[in-house]
């Protein structure tokens, strides 16, 4: 353990936002860690760097990923790794394969998503739905009202296109900040359990 | 947050755009409740009449909204550690590589209201970073916010440390990054959306425009 926290916990690239939090929760929540010799998501040192912004974006972050909405938080934490796996974000894909496994209670479906959604035991329905989101991250210009149509025709409401919509466009935002701020991955141990909070209670912390 | 841009838009009359959505937006007329709440809001505080197209797709969902608003104005809408026309330089440029013509219109305007020559303009609306006057050390933020959007995943500390050498320090790069991320994330929903261009950039032909700082 302490070992592994050596190897993960390394330097991000910007020293000067890492070594200058602003009291927070997200400063608290460091100092927990640290104290306790716990591994802890870098991210937090991105959010403690402004908790302003921070308070918007994680608020945004609630509303779209886990408050009630046409599509289950799980299939919106699939949504989100995948989505990060089509940007070779490592880390925003262990956290939210992470959390997605944690609500499902499957690990073996959450992998085979991330493998390849084709081939998992997903509905086609959900499949039609990926297929989508897949669309919006490397080829948003080229989406029609086709797309959005044949989602309807498959069942999918307006509302729900939306989110997903607004969950893979969050996750393409995520996914940059996190890579080129160099946030790295923690041990499979650390992110099952600090993925657990995210799926039980959400983004907004305390 | 200031938004000089938007209270020069009182002068002209809007441009009328009737293409349709791939999903339906809440058209301000059609505003009741929450969202005529918002656009209120938006109207106050932004200081401009119609609403822009991003905040209407956003408004089928009325807390979402607000959270929006509050992005806008505390991350882009405003001098940071970056100047307001640098961020709509990135914003213009990582929208034109995105391929956003919704947002490529808006942010090129942006950029020239605030003091974006018009070489300057047309280069980065069309993504040619080559041509874009510009000295070296914007030059090598352009390259880097290329990366960021387009294979963040290759972002090294070698680039942060490029940057740093050019002269731009952490907050600054740190904002950089920010802003590329999140146009990463505005110009996706408004593509999927099929939002038009808002066409505010023709009124750069009407002579409009902020003194330079």
Redesign the interface.
């Known amino acids: 353990m302490i070992g592994s926290t050596e190897e993960h916990q390394r330097l991000m690239?910007?020293?000067?936002?890492e070594q200058n939090p602003k009291p927070s929760t997200y400063l608290e929540l460091i100092e927990a860690a640290r104290a306790a010799g716990m591994e802890y998501w870098q991210i937090w040192h991105?959010l403690a760097?402004q908790p302003?912004?921070a308070r918007?974006?994680v608020?945004?972050s609630q509303?779209?990923m886990h408050?009630p909405a046409p599509i289950s938080p799980g299939l919106r934490e699939l949504i989100a790794a995948y989505t990060s796996s089509l940007?070779?974000?490592?880390f925003c894909m262990k956290a939210h394969t992470a959390v997605a496994a944690h609500i499902y209670q499957d690990n073996d479906l959450v992998a085979s998503v991330l493998r390849d959604p084709e081939t998992s035991p997903l509905s086609e329905k959900e499949k039609a739905l990926l297929r989508f989101v897949r669309k919006?991250?490397f080829a948003?210009?080229d989406?029609?009202?086709a797309?959005?149509e044949s989602l309807r025709t498959i069942g999918w409401d307006?509302?729900a296109?939306?989110y997903a919509?607004?969950a893979?466009?969050?996750f393409?935002?995520?996914?940059?900040?996190v890579?080129?701020?160099?946030v790295r991955p923690v041990s499979d141990e650390a992110f099952r359990r600090l993925a657990a909070p995210m799926a039980e209670r959400g983004y907004v912390r305390k | 947050m200031q938004t000089p841009e938007y209270s020069l838009l009182h002068q002209y009359k809007k441009v009328e755009i009737e293409e349709?959505t791939?999903?339906?937006v809440i058209e301000e007329a059609d505003a009741t409740g929450a969202v005529a709440d918002a656009y209120a809001y938006f109207r106050e505080h932004f200081g401009r009449q119609n609403i822009p197209g991003i905040l209407k797709?956003f408004a089928?969902?009325p807390?979402?909204l607000q959270?929006?608003m509050?992005?806008a104005s505390?991350?882009l809408f405003c001098e940071g550690h970056l100047t307001r026309r640098m961020k709509e330089a990135i914003a213009t440029y990582i929208s034109s590589l995105?391929?956003?013509p919704y947002c490529v219109d808006s942010h090129a305007f942006f950029l020239h209201v605030h003091g974006g020559s018009d070489a300057l303009v047309d280069a980065l609306a069309t993504a040619d970073a080559e041509l874009a006057p510009m000295d070296e050390k914007e030059r090598i933020l352009l390259q880097f916010v290329h990366?960021?959007?387009c294979d963040?995943?290759r972002?090294?500390?070698n680039d942060?440390s490029s940057l740093r050498d050019a002269g731009w320090?952490?907050?600054q790069?740190?904002e950089a990054?920010?802003i590329?991320?999140?146009f990463?994330?505005?110009?996706?929903?408004a593509?999927?959306?099929?939002l038009p261009s808002q066409q505010l950039l023709y009124l750069r032909n009407e002579k409009i425009g902020l003194e330079e700082k």
């Not at chain 1, 940007?87 to 490592?90: A, F, L, P, R």
């Not at chain 2, 593509?191 to 099929?194: D, E, L, P």
């Open positions: 690239f910007l020293p000067g936002v991105l760097f302003e912004a918007n974006l608020g945004f509303i779209v408050d940007n070779q974000c490592e919006v991250t948003s210009a989406i029609h009202a797309d959005t307006d509302a296109i939306f919509i607004t893979c466009a969050l393409n935002f995520y996914n940059r900040w890579s080129a701020s160099g | 349709e791939n999903l339906p797709c089928t969902h807390p979402l959270q929006m509050e992005i505390t991350m995105n391929q956003c990366k960021v959007n963040s995943y972002v090294s500390p942060v320090n952490e907050p790069i740190a990054v920010h590329t991320a999140l990463a994330c505005f110009n996706r929903v593509n999927a959306f099929g």
